[in-house]
């Protein structure tokens, strides 16, 4: 099978007839992250690049959980819907699946999504349903004052763990591409150019597309990322993947393939970070075409309507083996 | 050999093997055979959880009872009239149940010291007299079927397994069944399978033919068929009717049905049902879990689709959460609960109504939510229509609670006039509803119609509606995010009075009472409502008074019922579970109402009923 990466995501959404500025996409709330979080550069820079995909903003909407950054919907003057704990991919799914014609977004946490939603997350990803999920990952339970995450490193001392964490942590990137992802990516608050990079092609991709957003808490895990942020760090440690580019750490280079069917060397780019962050791939690590399912779901009805069987509700009740009592 | 026909007013069948023997596909064409004769007719399938117990074994007995007449009947009946016993272990478990005089038809062919052993008997009952109060026809039927099916060289297992069409067969016979159907039937299922398909055909032939031969029976029966109002009628189930009133609420509507669920006994067979209805435009979803089952109908719902979620109790305890969402968001969403027996994991494969408490309050916070119940197999139709409108008008999650004895029973249905169903407009939003003091004109999503207190249904995709809600409290109007107290209280009593208004759109509660003259009305909801009818029949006949009422709405209640229940010296209220309906009451209305309860697991028998409703009138009298 040859990867086409045509099919775009965003096919069956209405362009906009006029031109959409940050500000129009910009809600009348006021917006109440803790001062220097970095979701406020995760909604800035969504606020920019929305208008670059030119579809009407009425069809766009942004689902979320619970969590500090499932406050996202209510920032951004699109529909919105803020939900429960964990369940974002399942709405989404069933909001995506009977509305081709709507860009569906999913904000979600490193808690929402791989602690109490994983079984939706993962789901999701394998369906290859045609949603963006954003994850902001803090390694940081945020909104419930400082408890550790799935992602939080092991021996981590929080308020719930004095003695530190004995809970082994994810890798998402590794999760995503586990669990079939079609469209796997990485990138940094911080980096406002990768970020709307990396944004633009989940977008565009046709299924689901996971962006893990390294984001930093400054009030529970202040710095988390710190080592990835500065210049000089930075340059040392970020592995940025371009598709068809070479790759090099330290005398090991490869050509990156981003559109190989077989997951496998994304996967193993995925673990080159060990734990200690001394070498963070950035950037697309898998993007390959599969059919979605909500695409195969709306063909099977568009079949069902175009074949023989008529949509007659008085034969569908009558059945075959109905008989007539005579007056 | 000129048989003798004798005439019936009415009989009790129950098929009884192995789970692996068919007894319910046996009872099914029975079923069908009976209907189209224009019996009227009731059905109880009776079946294990597991799959295939062990063979031969008490736990693996299956069992289908069919109770037909040449009148009106409102349950599968009391005790079987006949049963026929595939296996030791089948005529163990279900002999306690029948009177003397009973017929039984027993396949010998297992009665081994190694098969009665299994099925708990020290002796052969066929042999100790424990039967005597019987009328036994003992016949090696795996025998017979093997015989009757050589010609198609089956291997002597695959030929023994037409047993159930032989007895299917017999039983037509004695019953003078139609048999066109079954032949139908049979040439269908295994059309592509056709030395099964022939093996079968010839079984059933050779237990037609074995009763019109054999010296054992000597007389066959006639029920003559049941007067019926003139129309058109089919046999249905709980489930399938279900199934068709979601379907026709699509219709309806004009909204595409989407069903999110996740398989469970006994509700997975709408998601079956309706998964091949994609020409109406119903899309199903098999979600990974309950919660992702409901959380994807309420996103379709939040879309524009009439979202629905089909379940058990079990998984209503893990959807509790998303409901209480779609009750905050003031969406459209049904919620199917075909009840079984719990807690936990509790009878998977029987009945009973111990849900209701948990549909009404199974929820953090005021959640108040509307309940609908239906009353028989075909009312399951009727009352999806009504959980589809009053959803869909109120803008609020619906529960339906179904359970396991309508899902599986089934009866002849009048098929409904399709032009004449009611029309359920979605009225969706489709610009803005406030003017500001600066007058713009904004979208406020919770703006309330004046008369049902429901909030615009403003579906993405519609210019000018862009608008953010979730879970946490908002604000009167404009929907934004608000803590404010005085807001909260308000918005809670709001939600509460809107789903108190439904009770202006629904009907006052009929209350049966033929000589008008009753000190005693008996009160139920949702499948008692067969038994309790019969109980109240047989009453009647004794020349006792008695009223019936039954609730279709359990909540909000019918404007009317706190007169009613006023209007009795004494109120009882059968249920399937320990008196959740009788507590509702009590506290509602301060009425004295006595519950009567059983959780078998099992439908009440009419005449339970009717000894305890014949008992409590002599105790009023005296």
Same mark, same amino acid.
């Given at each position: 099978?040859?990867?086409?990466?045509?099919?775009?995501?965003?096919?069956?959404?209405?362009?906009?007839?006029?031109?959409?500025?940050?500000?129009?996409?910009?809600?009348?709330?006021?917006?109440?992250?803790?001062?220097?979080?970095?979701?406020?550069?995760?909604?800035?820079?969504?606020?920019?690049?929305?208008?670059?995909?030119?579809?009407?903003?009425?069809?766009?909407?942004?689902?979320?959980?619970?969590?500090?950054?499932?406050?996202?919907?209510?920032?951004?003057?699109?529909?919105?819907?803020?939900?429960? !704990?964990?369940?974002?991919?399942?709405?989404?799914?069933?909001?995506?699946?009977?509305?081709?014609?709507?860009?569906?977004?999913?904000?979600?946490?490193?808690?929402?999504?791989?602690?109490?939603?994983?079984? !939706?997350?993962?789901?999701?990803?394998?369906?290859?349903?045609?949603?963006?999920?954003?994850?902001?990952?803090?390694?940081?339970?945020?909104?419930?004052?400082?408890?550790?995450?799935?992602?939080?490193?092991?021996?981590?001392?929080?308020?719930?763990?004095?003695?530190?964490?004995?809970?082994?942590?994810?890798?998402?990137?590794?999760?995503?591409?586990?669990?079939?992802?079609?469209?796997?990516?990485?990138?940094?608050?911080?980096?406002?150019? !990768?970020?709307?990079?990396?944004?633009?092609?989940?977008?565009?991709?046709?299924?689901?597309?996971?962006?893990?957003?390294?984001? *930093?808490?400054?009030?529970? *895990?202040?710095?988390?990322?710190?080592?990835?942020?500065?210049?000089?760090?930075?340059?040392?440690?970020?592995?940025?993947?371009?598709?068809?580019?070479?790759?090099?750490?330290?005398?090991?280079?490869?050509? !990156?393939?981003?559109?190989?069917?077989?997951?496998?060397?994304?996967?193993?780019?995925?673990?080159?970070?060990?734990?200690?962050?001394?070498?963070?791939?950035?950037?697309?690590?898998?993007?390959?075409?599969?059919?979605?399912?909500?695409?195969?779901?709306?063909?099977?009805?568009?079949?069902?309507?175009?074949?023989?069987?008529?949509?007659?509700?008085?034969?569908?009740?009558?059945?075959?083996?109905?008989?007539?009592?005579?007056? | 050999?000129?048989?003798?026909?004798?005439?019936?007013?009415?009989?009790?069948? +129950?098929?009884?093997?192995?789970?692996?023997?068919?007894?319910?596909?046996?009872?099914?064409?029975?079923?069908?055979?009976?209907?189209?004769?224009?019996?009227?007719?009731?059905?109880?399938?009776?079946?294990?959880?597991?799959?295939?117990?062990?063979?031969?074994?008490?736990?693996?007995?299956?069992?289908?009872?069919? %109770?037909?007449?040449? %009148?009106?009947?409102?349950?599968?009946?009391?005790?079987? %009239?006949?049963?026929?016993?595939?296996?030791?272990?089948?005529?163990?478990?279900?002999?306690?149940?029948?009177?003397?005089?009973?017929?039984?038809?027993?396949?010998?062919?297992?009665?081994?010291?190694?098969?009665?052993?299994?099925?708990?008997?020290?002796?052969?009952?066929?042999?100790?007299?424990?039967?005597?109060?019987?009328?036994?026809?003992?016949?090696?039927?795996?025998?017979?079927?093997?015989?009757?099916?050589?010609?198609?060289?089956?291997?002597?297992?695959?030929?023994?397994?037409?047993?159930?069409?032989?007895?299917?067969?017999?039983?037509?016979?004695?019953?003078?069944?139609?048999?066109?159907?079954?032949?139908?039937?049979?040439?269908?299922?295994?059309?592509?399978?056709?030395?099964? +398909?022939?093996?079968?055909?010839?079984?059933?032939?050779?237990?037609?033919?074995?009763?019109?031969?054999?010296? /054992?029976?000597?007389?066959?029966?006639?029920?003559?068929?049941?007067?019926?109002?003139?129309?058109?009628?089919?046999?249905?189930? /709980?489930?399938?009717?279900?199934?068709?009133?979601?379907?026709?609420? /699509?219709?309806?509507?004009?909204?595409?049905?989407?069903?999110?669920?996740?398989?469970?006994?006994?509700?997975?067979?709408?998601?079956? @049902?309706?998964?091949?209805?994609?020409?109406?435009?119903?899309?199903?979803?098999?979600?990974?879990?309950?919660?992702?089952?409901?959380?994807?109908?309420?996103?379709?719902?939040?879309?524009?689709?009439?979202?629905?979620?089909?379940?058990?109790?079990?998984?209503?305890?893990?959807?509790?959460?998303?409901?209480?969402?779609?009750?905050?968001?003031?969406?459209?969403?049904?919620?199917?609960?075909?009840?079984?027996?719990?807690?936990?994991?509790?009878?998977?494969?029987?009945?009973?109504?111990?849900?209701?408490?948990?549909?009404?309050?199974?929820?953090?916070?005021?959640?108040?939510?509307?309940?609908?119940?239906?009353?028989?197999?075909?009312?399951?139709?009727?009352?999806?229509? @009504?959980?589809?409108?009053?959803?869909?008008?109120?803008?609020?999650?619906?529960?339906?609670?179904?359970?396991?004895?309508?899902?599986?029973?089934?009866?002849?249905?009048?098929?409904?006039?399709?032009?004449?169903?009611?029309?359920?407009?979605?009225?969706?939003?489709?610009?803005?509803?406030?003017?500001?003091?600066?007058?713009?004109?904004?979208?406020?999503?919770?703006? +309330?119609?004046?008369?049902?207190?429901?909030?615009?249904?403003?579906?993405?995709?519609?210019?000018?509606?862009? %608008?953010?809600?979730?879970?946490?409290?908002?604000?009167?109007?404009?929907?934004?995010?608000?803590?404010?107290?005085?807001?909260?209280?308000?918005?809670?009593?709001?939600?509460?009075?809107?789903?108190?208004?439904?009770?202006?759109?629904?009907?006052?509660?009929?209350?049966?009472?033929?000589?008008?003259?009753?000190? #005693?009305?008996?009160?139920?909801?949702?499948?008692?409502?067969?038994?309790?009818?019969?109980?109240?029949?047989?009453?009647?006949?004794?020349?006792?008074?008695?009223?019936?009422?039954?609730?279709?709405?359990?909540?909000?209640?019918?404007?009317?019922?706190?007169?009613? #229940?006023?209007?009795?010296?004494?109120?009882?209220?059968?249920?399937?579970?320990?008196?959740?309906?009788?507590?509702?009451?009590?506290?509602?209305?301060?009425?004295?109402?006595?519950?009567?309860?059983?959780?078998?697991?099992?439908?009440?028998?009419?005449? @339970?009923?009717?000894?305890?409703?014949?008992?409590?009138?002599?105790?009023?009298?005296?």
């Amino acid at each position: 099978m040859t990867t086409d990466l045509t099919l775009s995501g965003l096919r069956d959404v209405p362009a906009s007839d006029v031109s959409n500025s940050r500000k129009d996409f910009t809600s009348d709330q006021e917006v109440r992250w803790c001062p220097g979080c970095g979701d406020y550069i995760v909604l800035a820079a969504v606020q920019s690049f929305l208008p670059s995909l030119g579809l009407k903003r009425e069809n766009i909407v942004f689902v979320s959980g619970i969590g500090c950054s499932s406050r996202f919907p209510y920032y951004l003057d699109t529909f919105g819907l803020h939900s429960i !704990h964990g369940r974002a991919p399942a709405i989404a799914t069933g909001l995506a699946t009977s509305r081709p014609d709507l860009n569906v977004w999913v904000v979600t946490g490193d808690g929402d999504a791989l602690s109490i939603g994983g079984n !939706h997350l993962i789901h999701a990803m394998r369906r290859n349903v045609n949603i963006t999920i954003l994850l902001f990952n803090n390694r940081i339970y945020g909104l419930t004052k400082g408890q550790y995450s799935p992602t939080s490193e092991p021996g981590k001392i929080t308020k719930s763990t004095p003695a530190g964490s004995v809970d082994f942590p994810f890798n998402p990137v590794s999760l995503a591409l586990g669990a079939e992802a079609t469209f796997v990516a990485r990138t940094l608050d911080s980096d406002r150019a !990768h970020l709307t990079e990396v944004l633009l092609a989940a977008a565009s991709h046709r299924g689901t597309a996971l962006v893990e957003i390294y984001q *930093n808490c400054p009030i529970f *895990n202040d710095g988390a990322f710190d080592v990835l942020k500065d210049k000089e760090e930075a340059a040392a440690r970020l592995v940025r993947l371009g598709h068809g580019e070479t790759v090099r750490i330290g005398d090991r280079e490869w050509i !990156h393939d981003a559109h190989a069917e077989n997951p496998s060397q994304a996967f193993e780019i995925s673990r080159l970070d060990d734990g200690s962050m001394a070498h963070v791939p950035v950037g697309i690590f898998r993007q390959v075409s599969r059919p979605t399912y909500d695409d195969q779901v709306r063909e099977q009805i568009r079949q069902a309507k175009s074949g023989e069987a008529e949509a007659d509700l008085a034969g569908l009740l009558a059945g075959r083996d109905s008989w007539t009592v005579e007056d | 050999m000129v048989k003798q026909v004798e005439q019936l007013e009415q009989v009790v069948i +129950r098929f009884a093997g192995d789970s692996g023997d068919g007894m319910q596909l046996t009872g099914d064409r029975f079923t069908q055979e009976t209907a189209s004769f224009g019996n009227d007719l009731s059905t109880l399938p009776n079946f294990p959880a597991e799959i295939r117990a062990p063979a031969g074994t008490l736990p693996g007995v299956s069992s289908f009872q069919l %109770h037909f007449a040449d %009148h009106d009947i409102l349950t599968p009946g009391d005790t079987p %009239h006949v049963l026929v016993a595939m296996n030791p272990a089948a005529l163990r478990a279900n002999v306690s149940d029948l009177e003397p005089g009973a017929t039984v038809i027993v396949d010998n062919h297992d009665f081994t010291s190694r098969n009665l052993k299994k099925a708990g008997y020290a002796e052969n009952p066929l042999e100790d007299g424990s039967l005597d109060a019987f009328q036994v026809h003992a016949f090696d039927l795996t025998a017979l079927t093997v015989g009757s099916v050589e010609a198609f060289g089956l291997s002597r297992r695959d030929a023994a397994r037409a047993k159930n069409m032989f007895s299917l067969g017999l039983l037509s016979w004695l019953y003078g069944r139609p048999v066109e159907s079954t032949r139908t039937y049979l040439a269908k299922r295994f059309a592509d399978k056709p030395s099964i +398909r022939d093996a079968n055909l010839a079984a059933f032939h050779a237990g037609w033919y074995f009763g019109e031969t054999t010296e /054992g029976f000597a007389v066959s029966y006639e029920i003559k068929p049941a007067p019926m109002r003139a129309g058109s009628y089919r046999n249905i189930s /709980g489930n399938l009717a279900l199934s068709y009133g979601l379907v026709a609420a /699509g219709v309806q509507s004009g909204l595409p049905v989407f069903l999110g669920a996740y398989p469970i006994t006994p509700a997975s067979d709408i998601l079956h @049902e309706l998964s091949k209805h994609k020409q109406f435009g119903v899309m199903t979803f098999q979600a990974e879990d309950e919660i992702a089952g409901i959380g994807a109908a309420l996103g379709a719902s939040y879309g524009g689709s009439l979202g629905v979620t089909t379940t058990s109790g079990p998984g209503i305890a893990l959807k509790s959460e998303t409901i209480g969402l779609a009750i905050s968001l003031e969406l459209p969403l049904v919620v199917v609960d075909v009840q079984r027996g719990g807690p936990s994991t509790g009878l998977p494969t029987k009945t009973e109504q111990s849900d209701l408490l948990q549909a009404m309050f199974g929820r953090n916070g005021e959640a108040p939510l509307p309940i609908v119940a239906p009353r028989s197999p075909g009312d399951c139709f009727d009352a999806a229509l @009504e959980a589809a409108r009053i959803a869909v008008s109120y803008r609020t999650p619906v529960m339906l609670l179904s359970d396991g004895y309508l899902a599986n029973g089934s009866e002849p249905w009048q098929l409904p006039d399709v032009d004449s169903l009611p029309l359920i407009e979605p009225g969706f939003a489709t610009g803005p509803n406030h003017e500001t003091e600066t007058g713009d004109h904004r979208f406020w999503p919770y703006q +309330r119609d004046p008369q049902t207190l429901a909030r615009p249904w403003a579906i993405p995709g519609t210019a000018g509606l862009e %608008h953010r809600i979730g879970g946490l409290e908002k604000a009167d109007g404009h929907g934004n995010i608000s803590y404010e107290p005085a807001n909260h209280d308000l918005m809670v009593r709001t939600r509460q009075a809107k789903v108190d208004r439904v009770a202006d759109t629904i009907p006052p509660v009929e209350v049966d009472d033929p000589d008008c003259d009753a000190d #005693l009305l008996v009160l139920g909801w949702g499948s008692t409502y067969g038994p309790i009818g019969a109980g109240c029949r047989r009453v009647r006949q004794k020349g006792l008074s008695i009223a019936q009422a039954h609730l279709r709405h359990l909540n909000p209640f019918p404007g009317n019922l706190g007169d009613v #229940l006023r209007r009795y010296d004494k109120v009882i209220v059968p249920e399937m579970n320990l008196g959740q309906l009788a507590l509702l009451l009590r506290a509602k209305y301060l009425v004295d109402v006595e519950g009567y309860n059983q959780v078998r697991g099992m439908p009440f028998a009419p005449s @339970e009923l009717e000894g305890v409703l014949t008992t409590t009138l002599k105790e009023m009298s005296s």
